[in-house]
């Protein structure tokens, strides 16, 4: 059974590494951002976040190897985010990583980056128990999923357009606020008053789980046409749209609850680190009668550490892939096999 994991993630503008022990947790993990490579340019720049990991990558895992007093030799398995993501960002794990398993002759695991996600929270010390409802919120993916196990996911909803942490940053750049725009709007609309303008929450009045943004996305952008210069207006606005955002998302993850009558709700993704979404979900849980559980700060956006342990997670099944490189831009959930 592979005990011992080095975790990998290069789908977009971090560089995680992480290495997990079925004994000892996690045993090490290190991340590096690019946020302020890309700010010059007000996102994510493929070619430049590639070259970037190619630069990275190689230092993390030797300094997560030191960190964890661990030789290559005594890894056992190596996961890498395999998708979904940015192809050449995600070629960059993936090469290193195969090449890494095949010199040290032990197996190798390609981890979708969304499975990563929904598992992070059981990295914690009280992890939440199968069965929940996870919300996965980022800034390429706002979904709804009911999770049964490893590999075992039932989609319930999720966005139409725009994700909420996209949502955050195209209007954070509309606003002048700068990169990353999900932390630069919410430290904002600290400032404002949220009952200022009137925003709508997108897709509540209407049964279903699925999200929308893009029309809130306008909505604000005509709202700050309207008032723009004005430092006060930035600030209401900001709360506003915070405030739209995270009542839509409150909304739907009661209605998911409801309707496959759960009773713990576990929050990942990006966005999940934003303070007013924590305060209002767990306000809601307290009140409806379920828990909600997230992942610490560090582990909300990407990391290592994640896809160590759901990598760890398959390996120990016995997975057993090819030894061929390969990443995949777009993959579905669904695809996935249980555990």
Known sequence: MTVRVLGIETSCDETGVAIYDGDLGLMAHALYSQAHIHADYGGVVPEIASRDHVRKLLPLIERCLQDADC??????????????????????????????????????????????????????????????????????????????????????????????????????????????????????????????????????DRPGLDFSFSGLKTHTRNLWQHHGGEDQARENIAAGFQAAVVDTLVIKCRRAMQQTRSAHLVVSGGVGANMALRRALSRT??????????????????NGAMIAFAGYQRLRAGACEPETIAARARWPMAELHPV
């Open 71 to 204: 030789t290559r030799r005594q890894l056992e398995g190596i996961a890498y985010t395999a998708g979904p993501g940015l192809i050449g960002a995600l070629l960059v794990g993936a090469s290193l990583g195969r090449a890494l398993a095949f010199a040290l002759q032990i197996p190798a695991v390609g981890v979708h980056h969304m499975e990563g996600h929904v598992l992070a929270p059981l990295l914690e010390p009280e992890p939440p128990l199968f069965p929940f409802i996870a919300l996965l919120v980022s800034g390429g993916h706002t979904m709804l999923i009911e999770v049964a196990g490893v590999g075992r996911y039932r989609l319930l909803g999720e966005t139409l357009d725009d994700a909420a942490g996209e949502a955050f940053d195209k209007t954070a750049k509309l606003l002048g606020l700068g990169y990353p725009g999900g932390p630069a709007l919410a430290q904002c609309a600290l400032h404002g008053d949220a009952g200022v303008f009137s925003f709508p929450r997108p897709m509540t």
């Open 285 to 302: 849980g307290r009140k409806h009668g379920w828990n909600v559980s997230y992942p610490r700060i560090e582990f909300c956006t990407d």
